[in-house]
């Protein structure tokens, strides 16, 4: 009968653990001994080293004793110290703890503006993971453009929260493969660690969860479910950049799921610097962990992946086939796998093999072909010719009015035509951090809605960029 009480005090500790710090814990609650447990009087007995950690306890942390005590043994548990006052001749003394045990009512339920704890919650149950089974680390191919994301990934599923990778941070633009990485992630740890609470979930539905629980004035219950996840992934957090009350919640369930060393996984179209509209607050913890880049794919990687998809669904491609879908997918795995699935619902609606004809009819009404993508270089080429200034001009501290303007408009045209990230075009234009290339692009937006002349300015660049990637 010990050793099941010994358990249910071993249990304690493990709340304890969640609810303070690593050096608290390791100060104040390991060194506690259990003694004995009588049911007859419902009174817990433990040992502590010395009288000024019982007087510690008592002070700062009976009250979350008490608390952890009725959850594991029930209601109306009397707590009593054996403080060690004299450890060369082993005197000790017996101590009642001074909180009182509570009666069997049921709690009361937190503030609404106050999220509850892991000791309110009840006890968690398993829950659907929402992670899509097909998305594997088996099926990832790895490549250049994402081998460190891979890699890193690989370690936060075996190890979920236990490294420096927490919260981890994935940006890339759309096709790339963030979606598979992180469903990835879900599944491989779900296997190593099938008890653990794992849970994908979209921006847009966490928005729309936390609408619905506003609406029925069940906001803590929201928070609580998310307080009691082991390894929470969220997708497309660019999405919430206006969505100030839920970046507000958000906050606090990160804040929660951080402190007790439970796994983030995030990701987004765009790095934290460039989440326009979002606290710093909220930024700089997704740049505490690992800030990982998901490039598109190159020619050679998107050969592997669609070699592995014909593999693995049993197709026959002709390898000039394949490389032909491979250089003019865009780099994107979403074109990849719609081109292979268009080409295999022709092939097999039209009784047709699947060649070169085939490829080209398929591929001209699913990609958008980008033969020659407009670079900074050709932007800064335009731009500067057509106002009559050299790059030198613009790279240069100058505040001159022209060489800013042309600044100003190269920067605009390179968020709109490049999709590279704020911090790397402001380096590429005169080494400017991100915040200046922000600043630019909406002088010029602004400038756009209210000057006609200088929208049809914009518009004559944007002809000439046209005309460029035609020659």
Not at 12 to 32: D, G, R, S, Y
Not at 244 to 256: A, G, P
Not at 275 to 296: H, P, V, Y
Not at 402 to 417: D, G, T
Request: with cysteine; proline share 4%.
């Amino acid at each position: 009968m010990t050793n099941k009480y010994q358990a249910l005090w071993g249990e304690c500790l493990e709340i304890i653990k969640h609810n303070v710090t690593e050096q608290q814990f390791k100060t104040w609650f390991a060194p506690i001994i259990f003694e004995s447990f009588s049911e007859e009087n419902r009174t817990l007995l433990v040992q502590v080293p010395s009288q000024y950690v019982y007087e510690y306890l008592e002070q700062y942390y009976v009250g979350l004793l008490g608390k952890v005590l009725e959850r594991c043994f029930g209601a109306r548990v009397i707590l009593r110290y054996r403080v060690v006052v004299d450890k060369t001749n082993n005197i000790s003394q017996d101590v009642e703890a001074e909180y009182t045990p509570a009666i069997d009512t049921p709690a009361p339920r937190s503030r609404a503006n106050e999220a509850p704890s892991l000791l309110d919650a009840a006890v968690p149950q398993d829950i659907n993971p929402q992670l899509d089974i097909h998305k594997t680390f088996n099926n990832f191919i790895e490549g250049v453009s994402n081998k460190l994301p891979r890699t890193v990934g690989l370690s936060i599923a075996e190890h979920p929260g236990k490294s420096t990778f927490n919260p981890f941070f994935i940006y890339g633009p759309s096709g790339c493969g963030k979606t598979h990485l992180i469903n990835a992630i879900g599944i491989r740890c779900k296997e190593i660690y099938p008890r653990k609470r794992v849970l994908y979930v979209s921006a847009r539905l966490f928005q729309v969860q936390f609408t619905d629980a506003v609406r029925q004035n069940r906001t803590n219950d929201f928070i609580n479910f998310y307080q009691s996840i082991d390894v929470l992934i969220v997708d497309d957090i660019q999405e919430w950049a206006t969505a100030v009350r839920t970046l507000d919640t958000f906050f606090h369930i990160f804040n929660h799921l951080f402190r007790n060393g439970k796994q983030i996984i995030l990701a987004s179209d765009r790095p934290p610097v460039d989440l326009q509209g979002m606290k710093d607050r909220l930024l700089t913890r997704f740049s505490c962990g690992l800030i990982a880049e998901l490039e598109k794919p190159n020619v050679e990687l998107c050969v592997e992946i669609l070699k592995s998809k014909c593999r693995r669904d049993g197709l026959k491609i002709p390898e000039d086939v394949i490389h032909f879908i491979a250089q003019t997918a865009n780099g994107s795995v979403r074109d990849l796998e719609g081109v292979i699935n268009s080409l295999l619902a022709y092939s097999v609606v039209y009784n047709c093999n699947i060649d070169m004809r085939l490829a080209e009819r398929v591929i001209k009404r699913a990609v958008k072909i980008d033969n020659k993508p407009l670079t900074v270089d050709d932007i800064l080429e335009t731009v500067c010719h057509h106002y009559n200034v050299t790059q030198q001009n613009v790279f240069s501290r100058s505040r001159k009015r022209e060489y800013v303007m042309v600044r100003q408009i190269s920067m605009y045209f390179a968020q709109k035509y490049t999709k590279m990230p704020a911090s790397r075009i402001g380096q590429l234009i005169g080494n400017r951090d991100h915040s200046t290339v922000i600043h630019s692009c909406s002088t010029i937006e602004k400038r756009l809605k209210v000057d006609k002349g200088f929208e049809e300015e914009l518009n004559s660049l944007e002809n000439a960029f046209k005309l460029k990637k035609d020659e």
